[in-house]
């Protein structure tokens, strides 16, 4: 069975820039969260779907930050514009069912703002 | 606010030394969820512990619950280099979404 995955790995632009990075979950799996970890510190939540619902983005940082989950597969998340501030590690995370549980993580994307 | 602390950040150990991670979260959880990450991949699931007391071991990896304490340790014995990685807790809460909040990391180097 194939895991998350996420493209691209890296990605590298310069401030006002639009960058979109792209969350697969595993199949079947109907909880999808991103999460980012700026350099340094903690990974931290940034919102969760169900499967094409948004059912908690208090961790959005503001409204450059635009995520999608068309048809419950995929997701995207779009930085526009992107700011300095925004260069981090980007995880996704997947999760079956509607309870507690072990999320499976994806390699994450390393996003770089010049 | 539901926070968590890890510690030590950064270690560096000799190999067949012990060490033990710490991880201390700020108010009731009753579950705990620890993730190893090596760089550039995933973050992979090592151990979830459902309550309090719970131990569960992997090799030389050994990880404790106390939920009246509100902490977690990660228990190293006889370090070998294929252990060198960043390890993370995480909690969440039996409510919501289950969104994960994470420590800072451990970053370990074991060197031969």
């Known amino acids: 069975e194939a895991g998350v995955t996420q493209f691209p790995s890296h990605s590298v632009i310069e401030k006002g820039q639009t960058v979109t990075l792209r969350c697969d979950p595993i199949?079947?799996?109907?909880?999808l969260y991103w999460y980012r970890r700026v350099m340094g510190k903690e990974i931290k939540f940034l919102l969760h779907?169900?499967?094409?619902?948004?059912?908690?983005e208090s961790g959005m940082p503001n409204n450059r930050f635009l995520a999608e989950r068309t048809g419950g597969t995929y997701s995207t998340l779009k930085v526009q514009p992107a700011e300095l501030e925004d260069s981090g590690v980007y995880f996704c995370?997947?999760?079956?069912?509607?309870?507690?549980?072990?999320?499976?993580f994806g390699p994450g994307t390393r996003l770089l703002v010049l | 606010e539901l926070k968590v602390e890890q510690n030590p950040l950064f270690l560096s150990m000799q190999e067949g030394k012990n060490y033990t991670i710490y991880c201390n979260y700020s108010t009731t959880s009753d579950r705990l969820y620890w993730y190893r990450q090596d760089p550039g991949k995933s973050l992979e699931s090592l151990f979830v512990l459902l309550s309090n007391g719970a131990v569960k071991q992997e090799g030389r990896l050994m990880a404790s619950l106390d939920t009246k304490a509100r902490l977690s340790t990660l228990h190293i014995t006889a370090a070998v280099h294929d252990l060198s990685a960043t390890y993370f807790c995480?909690?969440?809460?039996?409510?919501?979404?289950?969104?994960?909040?994470f420590g800072t990391g451990t970053r370990l180097k074991v060197l031969a």
């Open positions: 995370a997947s999760k079956a069912g509607g309870v507690r549980g072990t999320q499976y």
């Open positions: 199949s079947g799996h109907d909880n």
């Open positions: 779907f169900v499967k094409e619902s948004k059912q908690d």
């Open positions: 995480a909690v969440d809460r039996d409510s919501g979404t289950y969104k994960y909040i």
